[in-house]
């Protein structure tokens, strides 16, 4: 069975700064991907980035990018010049197509706070 | 592109009670997610629908639950005789099929149950 695991529940970091949200995953299968979702409170979830697992080059977009470690199954996502909107739980998730349903597995979260 | 929907946003029940939630995913996906998420957690899969089939039941969906899609369109969850357990948000996500993005699911806003 797969598993994600995010293990800082919480996070800070001032304006402007740079942060790195980590997480590991568990998995005997090779072709996967993994996503980081942003939860800000009181409103939806909404994707961040993906990345392939067959893709070496790691997913960026814009401010955020993800620095993918295959071998170590380890996908953690750099937030670069933090904005207060940046303040969210962020969650990363995992999805195999094999699973036939293409459902999500998450981890707990970690709730970063921009601070001004 | 309304983006997925829920209602209601909000429910307060009693103990015991039945309660009924609405998801209307994007109009051109056919498939569709319920998930759920408890304080501090990450969302756990429930249930998934591909087009009006539903193709997988989590063990977590007992049988005081019930989900359905009739048509493929909109779907509602169903949770008889209510537990203080059933606390939790819902949350309702789609996705369309194929490559090339079809493996991103997309959330709505979630539905918060309080049971008193």
């Known amino acids: 069975a797969q598993t994600v695991t995010q293990s800082q529940p919480e996070m800070s970091v001032q304006e402007a700064e740079t942060v790195t949200l980590s997480c590991t995953y568990d998995?005997?299968?090779?072709?996967?991907?993994l996503f980081w979702y942003k939860q800000p409170p009181s409103r939806q979830m909404i994707l961040v980035i993906r990345?392939?697992?067959?893709?070496?080059q790691n997913a960026t977009e814009n401010r955020f990018s993800v620095n993918f470690q295959k071998a170590a199954k380890s996908f953690s996502l750099k937030i670069s010049d933090s904005q207060l909107g940046d303040t969210a739980m962020y969650f990363c998730?995992?999805?195999?197509?094999?699973?036939?349903?293409?459902?999500?597995?998450f981890g707990t979260g970690t709730r970063l706070k921009v601070l001004a | 592109d309304t983006g997925v929907s829920q209602n209601p946003r909000h429910k307060i029940t009693k103990r015991g009670q039945n309660v009924t939630f609405r998801c209307d995913p994007i109009?051109?996906?056919?498939?569709l997610y319920w998930y759920r998420q408890t304080l501090g957690q990450g969302p756990e899969f429930l249930t998934y629908f591909q087009n009006e089939a539903q193709l997988e039941k989590s063990r977590l969906l007992s049988d005081r639950f019930s989900a359905e899609r009739p048509k493929g369109s909109f779907s509602t969850l169903e949770i008889q005789r209510t537990e203080q357990g059933d606390s939790a948000m819902y949350l309702c996500a789609s996705r369309s099929t194929g490559w090339g993005g079809g493996e991103t699911q997309y959330f709505g806003p979630g539905t918060r149950l309080l049971v008193l």
């Open positions: 998730a995992f999805m195999t197509p094999t699973s036939g349903t293409y459902k999500y597995i």
């Open positions: 990345q392939e697992a067959y893709k070496q």
């Open positions: 998995t005997s299968e090779n072709n996967y991907y």
């Open positions: 109009s051109e996906h056919n498939r």
